[in-house]
């Protein structure tokens, strides 16, 4: 009887150190729950897979597409191997946040695994026993890309209302305990989430890797003449002098978030200018700060430029150019500009925050030559970072507009470091607060007051000039010297989106910007060096407050050109409704708008032949890159139609006839739209981008979808730019056509009178989420993008794809 018991006891024991030999932390799931594909995992192969030639391009091509950059779904980022470690949150970064959240940078906020978990963040790999099984049982990824595999997509038609896809969807992110109920509840939501399964060959592939413990090759050391180059940059940076310091400050805070690239150098290696706690020669230990002008800290600390290993997405893809002719111009412009600098200035939040205070010492016209230089890569800034999704700060923003400068050349006292003096306490913006203020109420109270009395101090002056004619005032715009693109360019919104390019592209717009030194340097602290995406709500709403200021003045910069019969006028035409009735009572000096300062015009339409006369004093500049429509009289259509053969021409001449549609009927088309023509027969497609251009009444609701809020839209002025090229980061929807029927294609998208009509034509030549040639279009286009522009292009988001 004893020893039958005893027998028992035995076999209890034995049973519970059997089930705990199976667990390796709290997030067991038994075999039953997850189950592994048996056949799979016995036929794969053994030996080494390479992690950069078979397993990186899958996830870029597949999943990096949504995950990349702060808004990947969980904040999984599968753009790096270190994002892929780090695992998922379900913490969204874009809910409304009350008191804020700490941040969550990947590489600077926590830098080992265990430092994430802590962080919240739970793995999507196994971190237990390293064998082919629990490689895949207790793999989060894995069991993702199976619950696909089992779980195929429908092939035909839209998605069933099943998937959400609304950009601020509640986000469903499970650990490997709550993965069960996530399968259970969720069938057909494996990954790729909403998009066509994987091809056998790439699952297999991913599958293999994983099954191996996810290995990564060792990253390829730099060449010497890398290492050369960087180590002058970096001897350049970390000057001793209090100029030269003064200087480098001033770079870092423009340059933080830049994607730098070397002259000459392989085209897809970047770097990120950092300060770091070690200098040239040592392994660089970043310094984790909200905003670049935060304090350091007390000990000595470099700026370094450390390698940029991630996929490069083209959401956040800010390149700028170090080459020896750059460093020339820095010190033409910093070093030799005749300028004293006494004492540096403080790190407190105050002064930090406010570039006027800080860089006062450095000429201001220097800092806007500076700008200048590239200013393209400053307005991206504020488009494409830091946060990528920049809704905040793009629903303050016309759809399409162009946007001049002032020239440095010609006296204007807002471009004159004695006349800023004055006012650099009403010049500093939001970001002197910090991220903790919940001061909702200081963009309507404070800042607006320290800005009506700088605009009060600019337009007393203004009063005071004189009257010259049209050709006149033209030398007042910057004509970028008739060699530098950047003089002239054209902002295209998306909705929640926006690009940027050189020139001047389609119809003359609504509205334009003409921007000096305090406003570009301002729309620089404010949405780029002083925006801080973890903010609590009050950061984000009084930015988003300042930068209507911002708007304004730009454009009221732009309607000082006008004649002073005019400006009130053309200034209602653009605010109406809550936009009249609010913005501009952030102005209340209106006595500007009755001086008459430019005579000479000789049409009853005054704002066009101002955009023909800006349009000549940029030149040649003001050709974009790419060729657009509508545009019939553009130089590069003229100059270029005897080049382009009958089958190009053909599809020109329809992509011009799209052009022409307008208003109302525009209201069922997407934003962006990447268009392929295949001209089978001479083996060369033409591509094109359909920028669907919306109009408003008004743009001053943070909250509300402009999209589909009636009150706001301005229905009968929308309008269709095209551009020959891809341009955009989030297409929105993919057409795929043969040249032979491009004619039927243009004859159906002009006739399209409603969403059902909309449809059907998608049905005929749309590439929906189902289709099964999906993968195949996505790919073509991004080959197309990479082989035109090398350094330029990055991943193109599909998170924004219209499922119709």
């Known amino acids: 009887m004893v020893s039958q018991k005893y027998s028992l006891f035995v076999l209890f024991l034995v049973g519970i150190i059997t089930l705990s030999s199976c667990s390796f932390n709290k997030t067991d799931v038994t075999v039953e729950q997850t189950l592994v594909d048996e056949k799979l995992l016995l036929t794969l192969p053994k030996e ?19 995950h990349a950059c702060y808004d990947s779904p969980c904040q999984l980022k599968l753009s790096s191997m270190d994002g892929i470690l780090r695992g998922a949150s379900k913490k969204n970064l874009y809910d409304i946040n009350i008191s804020g959240t700490p941040p969550t940078r990947l590489n600077i906020d926590a830098k080992t695994t265990k430092q994430w978990r802590e962080k919240g963040f739970s793995t ?5 026993v390293n064998t082919p099984r629990e490689n895949l049982e207790q793999s989060v990824f894995y069991q993702m890309l199976r619950l696909k595999q089992t779980n195929p997509q429908s092939r035909v038609g839209m998605l069933s209302n099943d998937f959400d896809l609304a950009l601020d969807r509640n986000q469903v992110c499970p650990d490997l305990a709550q993965f069960p109920d996530y399968r259970d509840s969720h069938p057909t939501w494996g990954m790729p989430y909403a998009m066509p399964n994987l091809t056998s060959q790439e699952y297999k592939t991913l599958v293999q890797w994983l099954a191996q413990g996810s290995p990564v090759e060792e990253k390829p050391k730099k060449n010497k003449k890398m290492l050369t180059q960087i180590s002058q ?26 994607h730098i690239h070397f002259a000459n150098s392989p085209d897809r290696e970047f770097y990120r200018l950092v300060r770091s706690t070690t200098p040239t020669g ?35 893809h800010i390149v700028y150019e170090f080459s020896p002719q750059k460093m020339a111009r820095y010190k033409a412009l910093f070093i030799d500009s005749d300028y004293k600098v006494n004492t540096l200035p403080s790190y407190d939040t105050s002064i930090a925050a406010n570039p006027f205070k800080v860089f006062q010492a450095i000429p201001a016209n220097t800092r806007y030559r500076f700008l200048l230089d590239d200013a393209k890569f400053f307005i991206e800034g504020f488009i494409k970072g830091p946060s990528c999704r920049g809704q905040v700060a793009l629903n303050v923003i016309e759809d399409q507009f162009w946007v001049f400068f002032l020239n440095p050349d010609h006296y204007i006292n807002s471009n004159d470091s004695d006349f800023l003096k004055d006012y650099v306490n009403d010049l500093t913006i939001p970001s002197e607060l910090g991220d903790d203020t919940l001061n909702l109420i200081a963009g309507w109270t404070t800042y607006r007051e320290k800005v009506d009395k700088y605009w009060n101090a600019k337009k007393s002056d203004f009063l005071k000039g004189k009257e010259g004619s049209l ?43 003409v921007i000096d030194y305090p406003l570009f340097e301002r729309i620089h602290y404010l949405l780029v060096a002083g925006y801080n995406l973890y903010g609590n709500v009050g950061h984000h709403f009084n930015a988003r ?36 009735n609010i ?15 430019v005579i000479g015009y000789k049409t009853d339409d005054p704002q066009t032949e101002l ?28 100059m270029n139609k005897e080049k382009r053969s009958l089958a190009e021409i053909k599809a020109d001449n329809a992509m011009e006839k799209i052009s022409e549609i307008k208003g109302a009927l525009l209201q069922v088309f997407p934003e962006l739209v990447f268009l392929r023509i295949r001209n089978t027969a001479e083996k060369n497609d033409f591509v094109y981008t359909l920028i669907h251009n919306k109009s408003y009444k008004h743009v001053s609701s943070m909250l509300a979808d402009a999209s589909e809020d009636k009150d706001i839209r301005d229905l009968e002025h929308a309008s269709l730019t095209v551009v020959k090229g891809l341009l955009g980061a989030y297409p929105n929807f993919f057409f795929d056509v043969e040249l032979n029927q491009i004619d039927n294609f243009v004859e159906r998208y002009t006739h399209i009178k409603n969403r059902k009509d909309y449809e059907q034509f998608v049905e005929l030549f749309g590439v929906r989420r189902t289709n099964t040639e999906f993968w195949a279009v996505s790919d073509w286009f991004q080959d197309y993008a990479d082989e035109q522009q090398p350094v330029l292009s990055g991943l193109f988001d599909l998170n924004r794809y219209h499922n119709r």
């Not at 940059?233 to 978030?257: C, D, M, P, T």
């Not at 310094?287 to 083209?314: C, E, H, T």
């Not at 454009?555 to 809550?578: C, H, M, Q, T």
């Not at 023909?612 to 590069?636: C, E, M």
């Open 545 to 580: 407050i300042y930068m209507d200021f911002l708007r304004m003045e730009a454009e009221d910069n732009f309607v000082a050109y006008l004649p002073a019969n005019k400006r009130k006028e053309i200034l209602e035409s653009w605010y109406v409704g809550i936009r009249g």
């Open 233 to 258: 940059w970096e001897q350049f940076l970390n000057g001793n002098s209090n100029k030269e310091k003064l200087s480098s400050r001033y770079i870092f805070e423009h340059l933080y978030l830049a």
């Open 583 to 597: 913005e501009r009572a952030a102005d209340n000096s209106t006595g500007w708008l009755d001086k008459e300062l």
């Open 282 to 316: 040592q392994v660089i230990d970043e310094i984790a700060s909200v905003f670049p002008f935060d304090d350091p800290g007390s000990a000595p600390f470099y700026y370094r430029l450390k390698s940029y290993d991630a996929s490069i997405v083209v959401k956040n």
């Open 471 to 513: 050709t006149q005032a033209m030398e007042s715009v910057w004509d970028g010297k008739g060699t530098n693109p950047n003089a002239a360019l054209t902002i295209f919104r998306h909705l929640n989106s926006a690009s940027v390019d050189y020139g001047l592209l389609g119809d003359a717009p609504e509205t334009a910007w």
């Open 611 to 638: 955009y023909q006369h800006l349009k000549n004093r940029i030149g040649n500049l003001a050709d974009s890159t790419h060729t657009f429509y509508p545009n019939k009289h553009s130089v590069d259509v003229v």
């Open 124 to 128: 999507v790999l196994n971190e237990g």
């Open 48 to 66: 080494s897979i390479s992690y950069v030639n078979a397993v990186k391009p899958i996830l870029e091509r597949r999943c990096v597409s949504c």
